[in-house]
């Protein structure tokens, strides 16, 4: 067994210095029947790598991949291109077998990257603070309305219809269970909904996501005064960071708490994970805010160095009082993406926004060609909404069948005859100008 | 002919205030050049722009670095980190063992790292097998006949689990709200059951490190939803009352969730299943070494019994008619979905890896090595510290500060005395049951000789603490590149971001 370096002379003399018999024997406080005698059956013994690398590999080969297919899937997860030296780097043992940094003088790289980061979560979203991450944008999403549940003292959200299903879900099932409303307002496809209408005494906070689930761009700025003035707190989601890139970041529209799934920097699609959940807010809610954040502080000498602070909000210390029973954050995914948001930088970042955008629009124009096929959107970043002839998931499986991955059918997020015809599409800087061409061609045969 | 030169003042600090290969290095907003950037972008086409005149109107604020000295920065940051690839990590109850890098090879394969998660389930069909078939494996391990993937953490599987429970017992009409919860627990157990409304109320642990049987018994009734256990418990070992306790809360129509942090010390041996349990996490991060990434990401699947699969939450992986299928939506009694797509992919990979190079008959070594690792180092250490409770442990072993009592020195200063050793330390001050506890897991992955040279440094550690140099714990960690650092500080005055006036403020 290549990673257990115990030998059998090595277990007889352990064995002996610990007075037990056998190493059965130390297991003399399991209940009589339910230790077992043998190993497992059905799993074969242990595999040389060659042959791990070939079981699993034929499961990988019964896959498209999105490298291997032109592909214009979204919905709150995206294709970008990810520079070599972020996976590098985040392989380097150092940061990759280390623990949650709670011994700060052997952890200070982890603390360090973590306050940069935050650093970078904040500046992006236009916030004061951000924490050192969180699972997905979904669970961040749920956090942030426990958490102004907890500010605001009261215990009815409003969710906007042009929030991603899933993370409106996540909400709806904490709020069906923790003891908090959910109002759900209906699918907004067209990007007209209004929110204020549903303000009222007992709403701690609204819920809205920019640009929306169906990619239309919205200025909070007039909801967020309607929404502080009733008491209440806006909170806004971005299922697409690197929008952040070219539009006017949701702590300029007066947004209390915003919630980001990080994704799209620096870590792959992966079939739906590990992501990373940012999660930032407005400095004098800080100490309401859930998971872990690192702070500047100095040593004994007198030098600058970090540690993990305000604990006394978490689950370690405080167990039943804590803000969240969060333990485990998104590490690793948060370096692969403080890395790469330090390799953009300003102008980085800027470039790739504008070319998203760029990309998007001009497909956008193509498609809009296509017989069969209505744009709704009038703005949008990298992602748009079309108006089928069809019903998008039977045309997706058609576009499959051609090996063209032809975008998110809003229907498999929410079933029934409301959203049947949408289709999500997503251009980003991957995307060629022979897959736009196929996109084209395959829509135009599957919707003859 | 010799040259005597001047003697070398050796304790003078340096020049650029490194120390040879310990490197200072500023933030990265400190090496801001306005302009420079660590990609190379295609130029952007022609387009007409559709932002709804919400462009951004200012910067954002981000620093300009070149690819070289972006590599530079993060290479130096890492050498400040300790991680497992160095040396012994015996942090107690975190299971810091080798992380095989097949694993990390095998989650970056085409076909697995660039599939999206809204792909037809048609062109996904290796995945959902994947998922599979390490959900096989799980239950299979586990003796427990469903498991639900999506969990993306312990924490997370505790949530899923509770929540199942409590679906299972509202959909009977009997609601409950008092959960049962060791004092020696997680403290994310108390802070799930909390969060979704539980009124916690704890148990004491008896004279043997274990749950105290009769005062578990003595607050059953009718209003018990259940009770949260870890098996083998905190203080690292087997709780042998475990069949009457899932008897008990059975009898008083309640659920046994069991906290599985600790299934490394069973795995291949002992199946939950067999001991009545219910409801059990798996951190995919610990027993099954998906690397723990400075704090994640984790992956926490729940393994659950036939009575509370029916509310196991969205999605889940079905055999359709033609081949896998994903079941998001669901009329029926789940509970709803608690995560974005599908569960931590990337995790499930690595932990199929892991479980497929190590087979039937290397799971078990897996859980019979550490459990006689920790043993070693128990009796190895039984005459230098103070074992917290006798007899043999599980995975890991558990010490009381008595050892360390009327010299001056702490557990904490113990702990940092460790670290210029060069090693972890291992948990401190947990589990709460224990005066000044010191929890040492030393894993299987860790030979003979490497223990012998770790038991040597703790044996020497004790002694000189016994011997009446306080001070030098006292000041210790010396050869860090930082010493200890004020966490009160931080807390008083939080600076959680850089702002070019704060970092100015503490360079003066």
């Not at chain 1, 590999?57 to 291997?68: D, F, H, R, S, V």
């Not at chain 1, 997860?77 to 070599?84: G, L, Q």
């Not at chain 1, 409301?418 to 289709?423: F, G, H, M, S, V």
């Not at chain 2, 929540?163 to 609601?175: F, M, V, Y």
Request: hydrophobic share 40%; aromatic share 6%.
């Amino acid at each position: 067994m290549r990673f257990l370096p115990l030998t059998e002379p090595d277990r007889k003399a352990m064995l002996a210095k610990v007075g037990a018999p056998s190493v059965e024997s130390l297991y003399a406080d399991v209940p009589n029947g339910a230790l077992l005698t043998a190993p497992i059956t059905g799993l074969s013994n242990h595999m040389p790598e060659m042959e791990v690398e070939r079981f699993i590999g034929a499961m990988a080969q019964k896959n498209i991949g999105t490298n291997a297919a032109p592909s214009f899937l979204g919905a709150g997860a995206y294709r970008h291109h990810i520079p070599a030296a972020v996976d590098h780097l985040i392989q380097r043992g150092e940061f990759l077998t280390s623990y949650t940094p709670y011994q700060p003088e052997v952890a200070q790289g982890t603390l360090q990257y973590l306050f940069e980061f935050q650093t970078q979560v904040a500046l992006l979203t236009g916030m004061d603070v951000a924490n050192a991450s969180m699972y997905d944008g979904a669970t961040a999403t749920t956090e942030a309305v426990a958490m102004a549940n907890r500010i605001t003292r009261r215990k009815k959200a409003v969710i906007s219809g042009g929030l991603h299903p899933h993370y409106r879900e996540v909400v709806e099932t904490h709020g069906r269970h923790t003891g908090f409303e959910t109002v759900s307002a209906p699918l907004d496809a067209a990007g007209k909904e209004d929110l204020a209408k549903h303000l009222g005494p007992d709403v701690s906070c609204v819920v809205v996501q920019n640009p929306s689930f169906f990619g239309h761009i919205h200025d909070f700025t007039k909801l967020a005064e309607a929404v502080h003035a009733a008491g209440a707190l806006l909170i806004v989601a971005v299922t697409e960071v690197v929008s952040l890139g070219l539009l006017t970041p949701p702590g300029e529209m007066g947004a209390d708490i915003v919630v980001a799934e990080g994704q799209s920097i620096g870590n792959p699609l992966g079939f739906g994970g590990p992501y990373v959940g940012l999660f930032a807010v407005r400095e004098k809610f800080v100490r309401q805010m859930p998971g872990r954040v690192t702070g500047q502080t100095t040593d004994v000498d007198g030098r600058r160095g970090w540690v993990l602070t305000l604990s006394t909000r978490e689950q370690h210390i405080r167990r039943e009082k804590a803000t969240s029973n969060i333990c485990t954050n998104s590490g690793l995914c948060a370096l692969a993406f403080t890395i790469h948001m330090t390799l953009l930088g300003e102008a980085g970042l800027n470039q790739l926004a504008a070319l998203n955008h760029a990309t998007a629009s001009n497909l956008a124009d193509r498609l809009a060609t296509v017989p069969g096929v209505k744009l709704l959107n009038e703005s949008f970043f990298n992602e748009f909404t079309l108006e089928l002839s069809k019903p998008a998931i039977g045309v997706v499986e058609a576009l499959a069948k051609k090996r063209i991955l032809g975008g998110v059918p809003v229907a498999r997020l929410v079933p029934g005859k409301e959203a049947e015809k949408l289709l999500l599409i997503a251009a980003t800087e991957l995307t060629t100008e022979a897959e736009m061409a196929a996109l084209v061609a395959g829509l135009k045969e599957v919707l003859a | 002919m010799t040259t005597s030169n001047p003697p070398i003042n050796t304790s003078a600090g340096t020049i650029s205030g490194n120390r040879g290969l310990q490197l200072e290095e500023p933030l990265i907003f400190e090496m801001d050049v306005p302009g420079r950037s660590g990609v190379d972008l295609p130029d952007v086409p022609k387009h007409k722009e559709r932002l709804a005149g919400m462009k951004r109107k200012g910067a954002v604020g981000l620093p300009g670095l070149a690819e070289s000295q972006v590599v530079r920065h993060y290479t130096k940051l890492s050498q400040k980190n300790y991680a497992i690839d160095m040396s012994v990590y015996p942090l107690g109850s975190c299971t810091m063992k080798h992380n095989p890098r097949i694993n990390e090879k095998i989650a970056r394969l085409p076909g697995i790292a660039d599939l999206h998660p809204m792909q037809p389930v048609s062109t996904v069909q290796g995945a959902l097998e994947l998922i599979d078939t390490l959900a096989h494996w799980l239950k299979t391990l586990t003796g427990m006949p469903a498991v639900a993937m999506s969990p993306a953490a312990g924490a997370h599987g505790e949530l899923c689990g509770m929540l199942t429970i409590r679906a299972a017992q509202l959909a009977k009409g009997d609601a409950r709200k008092r959960i049962l919860v060791p004092e020696s627990a997680h403290g994310t157990n108390p802070a799930t059951a909390a969060s979704i409304g539980y009124e916690v109320d704890p148990v004491p642990a008896d004279e043997r490190g274990r749950v105290d049987l009769a005062a578990f018994k003595a607050k059953l009734g009718p209003d018990v939803a259940g009770t949260m256990i870890t098996n083998p418990n905190t203080c690292g070992l087997f709780e042998n009352d475990i069949i009457d306790i899932a008897d008990a809360v059975h009898g008083a129509g309640g659920y046994f969730y069991c906290d599985g942090a600790n299934f490394n010390a069973i795995v291949g041996r002992v199946r939950p299943g067999d001991l009545g349990v219910d409801a059990m996490h798996i951190n995919l991060h610990k027993t099954f070494s998906t690397p723990h990434g400075g704090g994640g990401p984790g992956s926490g699947p729940v393994v659950l019994s036939e009575a509370l699969a029916p509310y196991a939450p969205l999605p889940y992986v079905v055999h359709g008619a033609n081949g896998f299928d994903l079941v998001e939506h669901d009329g029926g009694k789940s509970f709803g979905r608690l995560k974005g797509f599908h569960g931590q992919m990337g995790m499930f990979s690595r932990a199929l890896s892991y479980i497929l190079s190590h087979g039937a008959d290397g799971l078990r070594q897996v859980s019979g090595d550490a459990v006689l690792n920790a043993n070693y180092l128990q009796a190895s250490l039984r005459s230098d510290l103070s074992v917290a409770f006798p007899g043999t442990c599980m995975h890991e072993a558990l010490f009381n500060d008595d050892f360390l009592e009327g010299t001056g020195v702490t557990t904490l200063d113990f702990a940092k005395a460790m670290i210029d050793e060069g090693y972890h330390p291992m948990t401190m001050y947990f589990p709460l049951v224990v005066h000044g506890a010191l929890l040492m897991e030393p894993t299987e992955t860790e030979s003979k000789d490497g223990l012998d040279r770790y038991i040597e440094v703790v044996q020497g550690l004790a002694r000189r603490a016994k011997a009446g140099d306080a001070a030098y714990f006292h000041g210790a960690p010396y050869h860090t590149p930082r010493r200890r650092l004020d966490e009160t500080l931080a807390a008083r005055q939080p600076i959680l971001r850089w702002k070019p006036e704060e970092t100015k403020k503490a360079a003066e």
